[in-house]
Protein backbone atom coordinates (compact mmCIF):
# COMPACT_ATOMS: atom_id res chain seq x y z
CA UNK A 1 0.00 0.00 0.00
CA UNK A 2 1.09 3.48 -0.73
CA UNK A 3 1.80 5.80 2.04
CA UNK A 4 -1.00 8.72 2.53
CA UNK A 5 1.64 11.24 2.51
CA UNK A 6 2.54 9.98 -1.04
CA UNK A 7 1.06 11.46 -3.97
CA UNK A 8 -1.52 8.91 -5.25
CA UNK A 9 -4.29 9.09 -7.86
CA UNK A 10 -7.81 9.12 -6.46
CA UNK A 11 -11.27 10.32 -6.83
CA UNK A 12 -10.99 14.01 -7.36
CA UNK A 13 -13.75 16.45 -9.16
CA UNK A 14 -11.60 17.39 -11.86
CA UNK A 15 -8.02 16.60 -13.91
CA UNK A 16 -5.82 19.10 -12.76
CA UNK A 17 -3.55 20.08 -15.63
CA UNK A 18 0.21 18.62 -15.99
CA UNK A 19 1.88 21.57 -14.47
CA UNK A 20 -0.36 21.64 -11.27
CA UNK A 21 1.43 17.65 -10.63
CA UNK A 22 4.71 16.54 -9.78
CA UNK A 23 4.87 15.89 -13.16
CA UNK A 24 5.42 20.24 -12.92
CA UNK A 25 9.12 18.99 -12.65
CA UNK A 26 9.69 18.46 -16.47
CA UNK A 27 10.47 22.59 -16.19
CA UNK A 28 13.72 22.32 -15.00
CA UNK A 29 14.30 19.55 -16.63
CA UNK A 30 13.50 21.05 -20.31
CA UNK A 31 15.39 24.10 -19.34
CA UNK A 32 18.55 21.53 -18.64
CA UNK A 33 17.82 19.58 -21.75
CA UNK A 34 18.03 23.35 -23.50
CA UNK A 35 21.30 23.98 -22.07
CA UNK A 36 22.63 20.10 -22.63
CA UNK A 37 21.94 21.02 -26.70
CA UNK A 38 23.78 24.10 -26.89
CA UNK A 39 26.79 22.77 -25.30
CA UNK A 40 26.67 19.05 -25.89
CA UNK A 41 25.40 16.85 -28.07
CA UNK A 42 22.36 18.21 -30.13
CA UNK A 43 21.13 15.11 -31.42
CA UNK A 44 21.46 13.12 -27.76
CA UNK A 45 19.28 16.15 -26.24
CA UNK A 46 16.95 16.31 -29.10
CA UNK A 47 16.01 12.28 -27.83
CA UNK A 48 15.59 13.15 -24.49
CA UNK A 49 13.65 15.92 -25.08
CA UNK A 50 11.50 13.55 -27.48
CA UNK A 51 11.13 11.13 -24.73
CA UNK A 52 10.40 14.18 -21.81
CA UNK A 53 7.13 15.17 -23.90
CA UNK A 54 5.98 11.52 -24.15
CA UNK A 55 6.66 11.42 -20.15
CA UNK A 56 4.14 14.48 -19.77
CA UNK A 57 1.59 13.45 -22.40
CA UNK A 58 1.07 10.09 -20.90
CA UNK A 59 2.25 10.12 -17.48
CA UNK A 60 2.79 7.85 -14.78
CA UNK A 61 2.01 4.56 -15.61
CA UNK A 62 4.68 2.33 -14.19
CA UNK A 63 4.23 0.98 -10.66
CA UNK A 64 7.73 -0.78 -8.98
CA UNK A 65 8.76 -0.61 -5.69
CA UNK A 66 12.15 0.32 -4.95
CA UNK A 67 14.06 -2.55 -5.14
CA UNK A 68 12.86 -3.17 -8.86
CA UNK A 69 13.38 0.73 -9.67
CA UNK A 70 16.97 0.14 -8.56
CA UNK A 71 17.33 -3.01 -10.54
CA UNK A 72 16.39 -1.09 -13.39
CA UNK A 73 17.72 2.62 -13.16
CA UNK A 74 21.50 1.21 -11.77
CA UNK A 75 21.74 -0.85 -14.69
CA UNK A 76 20.26 1.93 -17.44
CA UNK A 77 22.89 4.60 -15.80
CA UNK A 78 25.55 2.12 -16.61
CA UNK A 79 24.96 1.41 -20.00
CA UNK A 80 23.81 5.39 -21.00
CA UNK A 81 27.10 5.99 -19.91
CA UNK A 82 29.18 4.14 -22.12
CA UNK A 83 26.66 4.54 -24.96
CA UNK A 84 26.91 8.26 -25.00
CA UNK A 85 30.43 7.98 -24.49
CA UNK A 86 30.90 5.68 -27.57
CA UNK A 87 28.39 7.36 -30.00
CA UNK A 88 28.38 11.25 -29.11
CA UNK A 89 32.39 11.83 -27.86
CA UNK A 90 33.58 15.27 -28.17
CA UNK A 91 33.86 16.34 -31.69
CA UNK A 92 37.66 17.01 -32.33
CA UNK A 93 38.70 21.09 -32.06
CA UNK A 94 35.14 21.43 -30.39
CA UNK A 95 36.67 23.73 -27.56
CA UNK A 96 33.46 25.24 -26.32
CA UNK A 97 31.07 21.71 -26.69
CA UNK A 98 31.33 19.44 -23.15
CA UNK A 99 34.17 16.69 -22.88
CA UNK A 100 33.17 13.32 -23.61
CA UNK A 101 33.77 12.42 -19.89
CA UNK A 102 31.01 15.00 -18.84
CA UNK A 103 28.93 14.21 -21.82
CA UNK A 104 28.39 10.71 -20.87
CA UNK A 105 27.84 11.24 -17.23
CA UNK A 106 25.57 14.68 -17.75
CA UNK A 107 23.63 12.55 -20.41
CA UNK A 108 23.07 9.15 -18.73
CA UNK A 109 21.95 11.29 -15.30
CA UNK A 110 19.05 13.36 -17.49
CA UNK A 111 17.74 10.56 -18.94
CA UNK A 112 17.23 8.48 -15.32
CA UNK A 113 15.80 11.74 -14.28
CA UNK A 114 13.30 11.89 -17.73
CA UNK A 115 12.46 7.99 -16.89
CA UNK A 116 11.40 8.68 -13.74
CA UNK A 117 8.27 10.60 -14.71
CA UNK A 118 6.89 7.57 -16.06
CA UNK A 119 7.12 6.07 -12.73
CA UNK A 120 4.04 5.88 -10.31
CA UNK A 121 5.55 6.66 -7.18
CA UNK A 122 9.90 7.00 -8.04
CA UNK A 123 12.26 6.12 -5.27
CA UNK A 124 12.79 9.64 -3.47
CA UNK A 125 9.91 11.82 -5.51
CA UNK A 126 10.12 14.70 -6.94
CA UNK A 127 13.50 16.12 -4.84
CA UNK A 128 15.16 13.28 -6.23
CA UNK A 129 14.31 13.96 -9.44
CA UNK A 130 15.42 17.79 -9.09
CA UNK A 131 18.27 16.23 -7.66
CA UNK A 132 19.18 13.95 -10.69
CA UNK A 133 18.56 17.28 -12.88
CA UNK A 134 20.95 19.24 -10.52
CA UNK A 135 23.57 17.16 -11.22
CA UNK A 136 22.91 17.07 -15.01
CA UNK A 137 22.53 20.78 -15.34
CA UNK A 138 25.87 21.06 -13.21
CA UNK A 139 27.80 18.81 -15.67
CA UNK A 140 26.52 21.18 -18.91
CA UNK A 141 28.83 24.06 -16.59
CA UNK A 142 32.38 21.40 -18.38
CA UNK A 143 32.91 24.57 -20.55
CA UNK A 144 33.38 28.27 -20.41
CA UNK A 145 30.63 30.34 -22.71
CA UNK A 146 30.89 33.59 -20.60
CA UNK A 147 27.31 34.59 -18.85
CA UNK A 148 25.16 31.89 -21.15
CA UNK A 149 25.53 29.47 -17.87
CA UNK A 150 24.97 32.15 -15.14
CA UNK A 151 21.99 33.13 -17.45
CA UNK A 152 20.62 29.50 -17.44
CA UNK A 153 21.31 28.86 -14.01
CA UNK A 154 18.79 31.84 -13.29
CA UNK A 155 16.18 30.25 -15.70
CA UNK A 156 16.70 27.18 -13.88
CA UNK A 157 16.00 28.38 -10.28
CA UNK A 158 13.10 29.95 -11.45
CA UNK A 159 11.58 26.67 -12.86
CA UNK A 160 12.53 25.01 -10.03
CA UNK A 161 10.93 26.87 -7.85
CA UNK A 162 7.75 26.75 -10.42
CA UNK A 163 8.45 23.36 -9.93
CA UNK A 164 8.08 22.73 -6.28
CA UNK A 165 5.41 25.23 -5.70
CA UNK A 166 2.55 23.87 -8.55
CA UNK A 167 3.52 20.22 -8.43
CA UNK A 168 2.03 20.28 -5.02
CA UNK A 169 -1.56 20.18 -5.67
CA UNK A 170 -2.44 21.55 -1.95
CA UNK A 171 -0.61 25.30 -2.53
CA UNK A 172 -2.34 27.83 -1.88
CA UNK A 173 -2.90 31.36 -3.99
CA UNK A 174 -0.52 33.85 -3.82
CA UNK A 175 -2.98 36.35 -3.71
CA UNK A 176 -2.71 35.28 0.02
CA UNK A 177 0.68 36.31 0.68
CA UNK A 178 0.60 39.31 2.80
CA UNK A 179 2.25 42.42 1.85
CA UNK A 180 5.22 42.19 4.90
CA UNK A 181 5.73 38.87 3.57
CA UNK A 182 5.95 40.48 -0.88
CA UNK A 183 8.07 42.82 0.57
CA UNK A 184 10.46 40.53 2.28
CA UNK A 185 10.22 38.20 0.11
CA UNK A 186 11.29 40.47 -2.44
CA UNK A 187 14.01 41.87 0.08
CA UNK A 188 15.42 38.48 -0.28
CA UNK A 189 15.34 37.67 -3.54
CA UNK A 190 17.35 41.29 -3.85
CA UNK A 191 19.78 40.23 -1.53
CA UNK A 192 20.03 36.73 -2.98
CA UNK A 193 21.03 38.39 -6.78
CA UNK A 194 23.25 40.41 -5.05
CA UNK A 195 25.25 37.69 -3.51
CA UNK A 196 25.03 35.54 -6.88
CA UNK A 197 26.65 38.49 -9.16
CA UNK A 198 29.16 39.07 -6.53
CA UNK A 199 30.06 35.25 -6.83
CA UNK A 200 30.15 35.44 -10.44
CA UNK A 201 32.49 38.12 -10.35
CA UNK A 202 34.54 37.07 -7.78
CA UNK A 203 34.58 33.00 -8.36
CA UNK A 204 36.83 33.64 -11.55
CA UNK A 205 39.37 35.83 -9.84
CA UNK A 206 39.43 33.29 -6.81
CA UNK A 207 40.11 30.12 -8.87
CA UNK A 208 43.01 32.15 -10.62
CA UNK A 209 44.35 32.92 -6.95
CA UNK A 210 44.32 29.31 -5.90
CA UNK A 211 45.80 27.90 -9.13
CA UNK A 212 48.35 30.56 -8.72
CA UNK A 213 49.34 29.11 -4.70
CA UNK A 214 49.21 25.71 -5.72
CA UNK A 215 51.55 26.13 -8.63
CA UNK A 216 53.54 28.43 -6.28
CA UNK A 217 53.70 25.35 -3.37
CA UNK A 218 54.63 22.92 -6.15
CA UNK A 219 57.15 24.32 -7.71
CA UNK A 220 58.20 25.13 -4.49
CA UNK A 221 58.13 21.69 -3.11
CA UNK A 222 60.45 19.82 -5.97
CA UNK A 223 63.40 20.20 -3.76
CA UNK A 224 63.52 16.50 -3.11
CA UNK A 225 62.29 15.73 -6.76
CA UNK A 226 65.10 14.14 -9.21
CA UNK A 227 66.20 17.30 -9.57
CA UNK A 228 67.72 20.05 -7.44
CA UNK A 229 67.73 23.78 -8.86
CA UNK A 230 69.17 25.91 -6.31
CA UNK A 231 67.09 27.80 -4.32
CA UNK A 232 63.79 25.33 -4.78
CA UNK A 233 64.25 24.51 -0.89
CA UNK A 234 62.93 27.93 -0.29
CA UNK A 235 59.06 26.97 -0.38
CA UNK A 236 59.67 23.74 2.15
CA UNK A 237 61.71 26.00 4.69
CA UNK A 238 58.58 28.26 4.95
CA UNK A 239 56.51 25.79 5.05
CA UNK A 240 55.04 24.64 8.33
CA UNK A 241 53.34 21.49 6.98
CA UNK A 242 53.90 17.77 8.53
CA UNK A 243 55.92 15.66 7.07
CA UNK A 244 56.93 12.41 9.27
CA UNK A 245 56.28 11.38 12.95
CA UNK A 246 59.68 9.51 14.63
CA UNK A 247 58.87 6.63 17.53
CA UNK A 248 61.88 5.55 19.66
CA UNK A 249 64.59 7.67 19.34
CA UNK A 250 65.01 10.41 16.93
CA UNK A 251 68.10 10.94 14.86
CA UNK A 252 69.60 14.48 13.68
CA UNK A 253 69.37 14.05 10.35
CA UNK A 254 67.06 11.39 7.40
CA UNK A 255 68.27 11.20 4.15
CA UNK A 256 66.35 11.32 1.43
CA UNK A 257 67.64 11.60 -1.84
CA UNK A 258 71.20 12.52 -2.87
CA UNK A 259 72.50 14.37 -6.13
CA UNK A 260 76.08 13.42 -7.46
CA UNK A 261 75.81 15.50 -11.11
CA UNK A 262 75.85 19.27 -11.44
CA UNK A 263 75.05 21.33 -14.03
CA UNK A 264 75.17 25.36 -13.88
CA UNK A 265 72.71 25.74 -10.91
CA UNK A 266 71.05 21.93 -10.84
CA UNK A 267 71.67 19.20 -9.61
CA UNK A 268 70.57 15.53 -10.51
CA UNK A 269 71.08 11.77 -9.96
CA UNK A 270 71.57 8.55 -11.73
CA UNK A 271 68.65 6.40 -11.95
CA UNK A 272 70.32 2.55 -10.88
CA UNK A 273 67.95 1.39 -8.95
CA UNK A 274 66.92 -2.34 -7.97
CA UNK A 275 64.03 -3.53 -6.15
CA UNK A 276 63.99 -5.37 -3.16
CA UNK A 277 62.08 -7.21 -0.51
CA UNK A 278 63.48 -6.22 3.00
CA UNK A 279 62.61 -8.30 6.21
CA UNK A 280 59.32 -8.12 8.47
CA UNK A 281 59.49 -5.56 10.93
CA UNK A 282 62.62 -5.66 13.48
CA UNK A 283 61.70 -5.91 17.13
CA UNK A 284 62.91 -4.86 20.01
CA UNK A 285 63.11 -1.98 22.17
CA UNK A 286 66.33 -0.21 19.70
CA UNK A 287 63.64 -0.08 17.10
CA UNK A 288 62.59 3.36 15.31
CA UNK A 289 59.82 4.11 13.78
CA UNK A 290 58.81 6.64 11.19
CA UNK A 291 55.04 7.28 10.22
CA UNK A 292 54.79 8.88 6.77
CA UNK A 293 51.70 11.71 7.31
CA UNK A 294 51.41 12.05 3.55
CA UNK A 295 48.88 8.76 1.95
CA UNK A 296 51.28 8.20 -0.78
CA UNK A 297 55.23 9.39 0.42
CA UNK A 298 57.00 9.66 -3.19
CA UNK A 299 60.35 8.60 -1.08
CA UNK A 300 61.29 7.35 2.37
CA UNK A 301 64.00 8.80 4.53
CA UNK A 302 66.10 7.33 6.87
CA UNK A 303 69.32 8.41 8.52
CA UNK A 304 72.97 7.17 7.62
CA UNK A 305 73.76 3.73 9.29
CA UNK A 306 70.26 2.65 9.51
CA UNK A 307 70.09 -1.12 9.72
CA UNK A 308 67.29 -4.04 9.90
CA UNK A 309 65.38 -1.46 7.81
CA UNK A 310 61.79 -2.51 6.92
CA UNK A 311 58.77 -1.22 5.27
CA UNK A 312 55.01 -1.83 6.04
CA UNK A 313 54.12 -2.97 2.56
CA UNK A 314 57.24 -5.35 2.20
CA UNK A 315 58.64 -4.05 -0.65
CA UNK A 316 60.95 -1.11 -1.82
CA UNK A 317 63.23 0.71 -4.37
CA UNK A 318 66.80 1.14 -3.41
CA UNK A 319 69.89 2.87 -5.18
CA UNK A 320 73.66 2.77 -5.35
CA UNK A 321 73.44 5.36 -2.73
CA UNK A 322 71.13 3.65 -0.19
CA UNK A 323 68.47 5.84 -1.05
CA UNK A 324 64.95 3.92 -0.16
CA UNK A 325 61.72 4.77 -2.33
CA UNK A 326 58.01 3.28 -2.83
CA UNK A 327 56.84 1.41 -5.14
CA UNK A 328 54.80 3.02 -6.79
CA UNK A 329 51.76 0.47 -6.59
CA UNK A 330 52.49 0.19 -2.94
CA UNK A 331 53.34 3.24 -1.20
CA UNK A 332 54.06 2.12 2.65
CA UNK A 333 53.12 4.50 5.52
CA UNK A 334 55.62 3.32 7.97
CA UNK A 335 59.50 2.04 7.98
CA UNK A 336 61.46 0.54 10.62
CA UNK A 337 65.33 0.27 10.81
CA UNK A 338 67.95 -0.09 13.88
CA UNK A 339 70.34 2.97 14.23
CA UNK A 340 73.74 1.66 13.96
CA UNK A 341 77.18 2.08 12.03
CA UNK A 342 76.77 -0.85 9.18
CA UNK A 343 73.89 -0.37 7.11
CA UNK A 344 71.22 -2.77 5.79
CA UNK A 345 72.01 -1.25 2.11
CA UNK A 346 75.36 0.13 1.81
CA UNK A 347 76.25 2.65 -0.68
CA UNK A 348 78.55 1.89 -3.18
CA UNK A 349 82.24 4.24 -3.24
CA UNK A 350 83.00 6.67 -5.23
CA UNK A 351 82.40 7.10 -9.07
CA UNK A 352 83.09 9.22 -11.43
CA UNK A 353 80.16 11.16 -11.19
CA UNK A 354 80.96 12.12 -7.79
CA UNK A 355 84.10 14.26 -9.00
CA UNK A 356 82.54 15.72 -12.62
CA UNK A 357 81.24 19.57 -12.57
CA UNK A 358 81.80 21.68 -15.50
CA UNK A 359 85.10 23.12 -16.67
CA UNK A 360 84.31 26.75 -16.32
CA UNK A 361 82.87 26.05 -12.35
CA UNK A 362 85.96 24.19 -12.00
CA UNK A 363 88.27 27.07 -12.97
CA UNK A 364 86.40 29.46 -11.10
CA UNK A 365 86.35 27.57 -8.08
CA UNK A 366 89.60 26.76 -7.55
CA UNK A 367 91.75 29.31 -6.66
CA UNK A 368 89.29 29.64 -3.53
CA UNK A 369 89.80 26.31 -2.63
CA UNK A 370 93.43 26.11 -2.63
CA UNK A 371 93.79 29.44 -0.40
CA UNK A 372 91.25 28.02 1.60
CA UNK A 373 93.05 25.02 2.59
CA UNK A 374 96.88 26.23 1.79
CA UNK A 375 97.73 25.87 5.18
CA UNK A 376 95.87 22.76 6.48
CA UNK A 377 97.26 19.19 5.53
CA UNK A 378 96.60 16.75 2.74
CA UNK A 379 94.43 14.45 4.85
CA UNK A 380 91.21 14.81 3.00
CA UNK A 381 89.25 15.53 6.60
CA UNK A 382 91.38 18.10 7.44
CA UNK A 383 91.07 19.96 3.66
CA UNK A 384 87.11 19.46 4.68
CA UNK A 385 86.69 21.05 7.77
CA UNK A 386 88.59 24.08 6.47
CA UNK A 387 86.38 24.41 3.87
CA UNK A 388 83.23 24.24 5.69
CA UNK A 389 85.09 26.50 8.51
CA UNK A 390 85.64 29.70 5.28
CA UNK A 391 82.26 28.90 4.15
CA UNK A 392 80.92 29.79 7.34
CA UNK A 393 82.57 32.82 8.44
CA UNK A 394 82.52 34.43 4.93
CA UNK A 395 78.95 33.99 3.74
CA UNK A 396 75.66 34.50 5.97
CA UNK A 397 72.28 31.87 6.21
CA UNK A 398 69.47 33.99 4.15
CA UNK A 399 66.46 32.56 2.82
CA UNK A 400 66.64 35.50 -0.51
CA UNK A 401 69.32 35.18 -2.78
CA UNK A 402 69.23 36.79 -6.32
CA UNK A 403 72.10 35.37 -9.03
CA UNK A 404 72.84 37.70 -11.80
CA UNK A 405 71.90 36.53 -14.80
CA UNK A 406 74.13 34.55 -17.01
CA UNK A 407 76.24 33.53 -13.77
CA UNK A 408 76.49 29.91 -12.32
CA UNK A 409 74.76 30.76 -8.45
CA UNK A 410 77.85 29.04 -6.65
CA UNK A 411 80.14 30.78 -8.74
CA UNK A 412 78.21 33.83 -7.83
CA UNK A 413 78.08 32.56 -3.99
CA UNK A 414 81.52 32.11 -3.70
CA UNK A 415 83.02 35.17 -5.72
CA UNK A 416 80.62 37.55 -4.61
CA UNK A 417 80.09 36.71 -0.92
CA UNK A 418 76.34 36.35 -1.17
CA UNK A 419 74.38 34.96 1.28
CA UNK A 420 72.15 32.11 0.90
CA UNK A 421 70.65 28.95 2.76
CA UNK A 422 71.33 25.28 3.12
CA UNK A 423 71.18 24.62 -0.90
CA UNK A 424 73.88 27.38 -1.42
CA UNK A 425 76.08 26.45 1.08
CA UNK A 426 76.22 22.07 0.46
CA UNK A 427 76.40 22.74 -3.39
CA UNK A 428 79.30 25.40 -3.00
CA UNK A 429 81.11 23.00 -0.37
CA UNK A 430 80.57 19.99 -3.02
CA UNK A 431 82.42 21.67 -5.65
CA UNK A 432 84.85 23.27 -3.92
CA UNK A 433 85.84 19.59 -2.92
CA UNK A 434 85.73 18.32 -6.22
CA UNK A 435 88.22 20.88 -7.18
CA UNK A 436 90.54 19.19 -4.73
CA UNK A 437 90.28 15.54 -6.20
CA UNK A 438 87.78 14.75 -2.98
CA UNK A 439 84.62 12.94 -3.97
CA UNK A 440 81.56 14.49 -2.80
CA UNK A 441 77.70 15.06 -3.82
CA UNK A 442 74.42 17.07 -1.73
CA UNK A 443 72.02 15.43 0.05
CA UNK A 444 68.59 16.28 0.64
CA UNK A 445 66.72 15.45 3.92
CA UNK A 446 65.48 16.64 7.21
CA UNK A 447 66.74 17.97 10.04
CA UNK A 448 64.80 16.42 13.32
CA UNK A 449 64.23 19.13 15.56
CA UNK A 450 61.13 19.20 17.20
CA UNK A 451 58.98 16.94 19.31
CA UNK A 452 55.50 16.25 20.43
CA UNK A 453 55.18 15.70 24.18
CA UNK A 454 51.81 14.96 23.84
CA UNK A 455 51.98 11.87 21.53
CA UNK A 456 56.03 10.96 22.65
CA UNK A 457 57.38 11.20 19.13
CA UNK A 458 59.55 13.24 17.05
CA UNK A 459 57.55 15.44 14.44
CA UNK A 460 59.47 16.19 11.26
CA UNK A 461 57.76 19.57 9.10
CA UNK A 462 58.51 21.14 5.67
CA UNK A 463 60.20 23.91 7.21
CA UNK A 464 62.82 21.00 8.64
CA UNK A 465 63.91 20.45 5.24
CA UNK A 466 67.89 20.77 4.78
CA UNK A 467 70.56 19.79 2.16
CA UNK A 468 74.21 18.72 3.46
CA UNK A 469 77.02 17.08 2.20
CA UNK A 470 78.65 13.65 1.94
CA UNK A 471 82.24 13.11 0.69
CA UNK A 472 85.20 10.79 0.76
CA UNK A 473 87.36 10.77 3.33
CA UNK A 474 89.97 8.01 1.60
CA UNK A 475 87.83 5.21 3.28
CA UNK A 476 84.21 5.81 4.01
CA UNK A 477 81.73 8.62 2.80
CA UNK A 478 81.44 11.35 6.04
CA UNK A 479 78.63 13.89 6.68
CA UNK A 480 79.34 17.14 6.52
CA UNK A 481 76.93 20.48 7.45
CA UNK A 482 78.44 23.23 6.27
CA UNK A 483 75.34 25.50 6.79
CA UNK A 484 76.29 27.90 9.91
CA UNK A 485 74.42 27.91 13.09
CA UNK A 486 71.94 30.43 12.88
CA UNK A 487 68.96 30.34 14.76
CA UNK A 488 67.07 29.91 12.40
CA UNK A 489 68.06 26.52 12.14
CA UNK A 490 68.36 25.86 16.19
CA UNK A 491 65.78 23.44 17.43
CA UNK A 492 62.26 23.98 17.80
CA UNK A 493 61.97 22.53 20.82
CA UNK A 494 58.46 21.20 21.55
CA UNK A 495 54.79 21.16 20.16
CA UNK A 496 52.72 23.95 20.61
CA UNK A 497 50.15 21.65 23.39
CA UNK A 498 47.08 22.56 20.99
CA UNK A 499 48.67 21.56 17.81
CA UNK A 500 50.83 19.03 19.51
CA UNK A 501 47.14 17.29 20.95
CA UNK A 502 45.54 17.64 17.36
CA UNK A 503 48.35 15.90 15.78
CA UNK A 504 48.31 13.30 18.22
CA UNK A 505 44.74 12.32 17.48
CA UNK A 506 45.75 11.95 13.77
CA UNK A 507 48.78 9.99 14.32
CA UNK A 508 45.80 7.32 16.60
CA UNK A 509 43.18 7.47 13.87
CA UNK A 510 46.12 6.29 11.22
CA UNK A 511 47.06 3.60 13.89
CA UNK A 512 43.34 2.27 14.33
CA UNK A 513 43.10 2.67 10.07
CA UNK A 514 46.07 0.04 10.30
CA UNK A 515 44.88 -2.10 12.64
CA UNK A 516 41.37 -2.15 10.97
CA UNK A 517 44.21 -3.56 7.39
CA UNK A 518 45.34 -5.88 9.55
CA UNK A 519 42.25 -7.19 10.46
CA UNK A 520 41.08 -10.80 8.91
CA UNK A 521 37.42 -11.38 7.05
CA UNK A 522 35.86 -13.13 10.13
CA UNK A 523 37.13 -10.58 12.31
CA UNK A 524 35.41 -7.58 10.10
CA UNK A 525 32.22 -9.78 9.74
CA UNK A 526 31.97 -9.79 13.89
CA UNK A 527 30.88 -6.26 14.46
CA UNK A 528 28.52 -6.05 11.74
CA UNK A 529 26.79 -9.43 12.94
CA UNK A 530 26.76 -8.23 16.75
CA UNK A 531 25.52 -4.75 15.35
CA UNK A 532 22.34 -6.38 13.11
CA UNK A 533 21.61 -9.06 16.09
CA UNK A 534 21.35 -5.80 18.14
CA UNK A 535 19.19 -3.74 15.89
CA UNK A 536 17.25 -7.09 15.15
CA UNK A 537 16.51 -7.01 18.69
CA UNK A 538 15.69 -3.62 19.52
CA UNK A 539 13.06 -3.92 16.82
CA UNK A 540 11.42 -6.56 18.10
CA UNK A 541 11.39 -5.39 21.27
CA UNK A 542 10.03 -2.14 19.87
CA UNK A 543 7.00 -4.11 18.14
CA UNK A 544 5.70 -6.15 21.23
CA UNK A 545 6.07 -2.89 23.30
CA UNK A 546 4.25 -0.70 20.30
CA UNK A 547 2.57 -2.81 18.57
CA UNK A 548 0.81 0.14 16.43
CA UNK A 549 3.92 2.03 15.96
CA UNK A 550 6.53 2.21 12.78
CA UNK A 551 6.15 -1.32 11.73
CA UNK A 552 2.81 -0.56 9.94
CA UNK A 553 3.92 -0.07 5.86
CA UNK A 554 1.07 1.29 4.60
CA UNK A 555 -2.32 3.07 5.51
CA UNK A 556 -4.22 1.13 8.65
CA UNK A 557 -8.03 -0.49 7.79
CA UNK A 558 -9.88 2.01 9.31
CA UNK A 559 -8.13 5.09 6.97
CA UNK A 560 -9.17 3.49 4.22
CA UNK A 561 -12.99 2.46 5.70
CA UNK A 562 -12.75 6.80 6.54
CA UNK A 563 -11.90 7.61 2.93
CA UNK A 564 -14.20 5.79 1.05
CA UNK A 565 -16.94 7.12 3.50
CA UNK A 566 -15.92 10.72 3.19
CA UNK A 567 -15.28 10.29 -0.70
CA UNK A 568 -18.80 8.84 -0.87
CA UNK A 569 -20.12 11.63 0.78
CA UNK A 570 -18.39 14.16 -1.93
CA UNK A 571 -15.29 15.14 0.04
CA UNK A 572 -12.72 12.86 -1.80
CA UNK A 573 -8.84 13.19 -0.86
CA UNK A 574 -6.58 14.81 -3.20
CA UNK A 575 -3.44 13.56 -4.76
CA UNK A 576 -0.56 14.63 -2.43
CA UNK A 577 -3.00 15.81 0.60
CA UNK A 578 -2.15 15.28 4.03
CA UNK A 579 -4.57 13.80 6.84
CA UNK A 580 -4.18 17.06 8.44
CA UNK A 581 -5.07 18.87 4.99
CA UNK A 582 -7.46 17.16 4.57
CA UNK A 583 -9.04 17.47 7.90
CA UNK A 584 -8.72 21.07 7.55
CA UNK A 585 -10.66 21.15 4.42
CA UNK A 586 -13.34 18.68 5.46
CA UNK A 587 -14.07 21.36 8.33
CA UNK A 588 -14.23 24.25 5.83
CA UNK A 589 -16.52 22.58 3.56
CA UNK A 590 -20.02 23.15 3.79
CA UNK A 591 -21.18 19.63 2.26
CA UNK A 592 -21.46 17.76 5.70
CA UNK A 593 -23.14 19.59 8.92
CA UNK A 594 -20.89 21.06 11.68
CA UNK A 595 -21.01 18.88 14.19
CA UNK A 596 -20.15 15.47 11.62
CA UNK A 597 -17.53 17.49 9.62
CA UNK A 598 -15.31 18.08 13.22
CA UNK A 599 -16.24 14.83 13.80
CA UNK A 600 -14.31 13.56 10.79
CA UNK A 601 -11.81 16.13 11.11
CA UNK A 602 -11.07 15.04 14.49
CA UNK A 603 -10.67 11.30 13.03
CA UNK A 604 -7.90 12.10 10.78
CA UNK A 605 -6.25 14.36 13.31
CA UNK A 606 -6.29 10.99 15.85
CA UNK A 607 -5.30 8.69 12.44
CA UNK A 608 -2.44 11.27 11.94
CA UNK A 609 -1.09 11.06 15.47
CA UNK A 610 -1.06 7.77 15.80
CA UNK A 611 0.16 6.61 12.12
CA UNK A 612 3.45 9.26 12.19
CA UNK A 613 3.48 10.32 15.88
CA UNK A 614 2.72 6.62 17.51
CA UNK A 615 -0.07 8.39 19.85
CA UNK A 616 -3.17 6.07 20.85
CA UNK A 617 -4.24 3.17 20.34
CA UNK A 618 -5.50 1.57 16.43
CA UNK A 619 -8.45 -0.24 18.33
CA UNK A 620 -9.97 2.89 19.47
CA UNK A 621 -9.47 4.63 16.59
CA UNK A 622 -10.85 1.47 14.72
CA UNK A 623 -14.02 1.29 16.71
CA UNK A 624 -14.87 5.73 16.68
CA UNK A 625 -14.20 5.03 12.49
CA UNK A 626 -16.85 2.48 12.13
CA UNK A 627 -19.09 4.12 14.69
CA UNK A 628 -18.62 7.68 12.84
CA UNK A 629 -19.13 5.75 9.24
CA UNK A 630 -22.54 3.70 10.08
CA UNK A 631 -24.27 7.05 11.93
CA UNK A 632 -22.86 8.96 8.67
CA UNK A 633 -24.74 6.39 6.62
CA UNK A 634 -27.61 6.27 8.57
Known amino acids: MADPLTPRPGPTTGRSPWWSSPRAVALPLAVTLLLFAI?????????????????VVVGPRV???????????????SIAIVTIATAFPQPAG??????????????????????????????????????LTLVGFTACGGVNRGWLYPAFVVLFLGATAFARRYGDPGHGPLTGIARRRAWAIAALGAVAAAVAVALVASIPQAHRWAVRQVMQRVVARTGFSDRLDLGDLRGLLESEDRVLRIRGGAPPLLRGVVYNRYKFG??????????????????????????????????????????????????ALVDRMGILAPVAAEPAQRVWYRPGESPTFPVDPPAPEDLRMPVSVFYALKPYAEAWTRDTAADPTARLQALARELGARHAYSLDNEVPFGVDPVVSFIREGRSGHCEHFASSFALLARTLSIPARVVGGYRVTEYNAVGGYALVRERDAHAWVEAWDG????????????????????????????DAAGSQWLA???????????????PPSVLILLLLAVRTWRRRRFPTGPASAGPLACFQDLSEALSQAGLPRHPAETPVQWANRIVADPSLPGEAAAEAAALLHRYAALRYGQRGHEKDLARDVAAWTTSLRA
Open 475 to 502: ARWRTFDPTPAVPALASRGQTPWLAAVA
Open 63 to 77: SAGRLAQGMFFVPVF
Open 39 to 55: VGPAALAALLAGLLVIA
Open 512 to 526: FLDWLDARTPAEMLV
Open 266 to 315: RWSHPERIRSITPPMAPVGDDVVAIEFIDDEPKRYFLPPGARDVAVSTGY
Open 94 to 131: ALLELRTPWRAFGGATLLVAVLRLFFASPWGGVPATLG
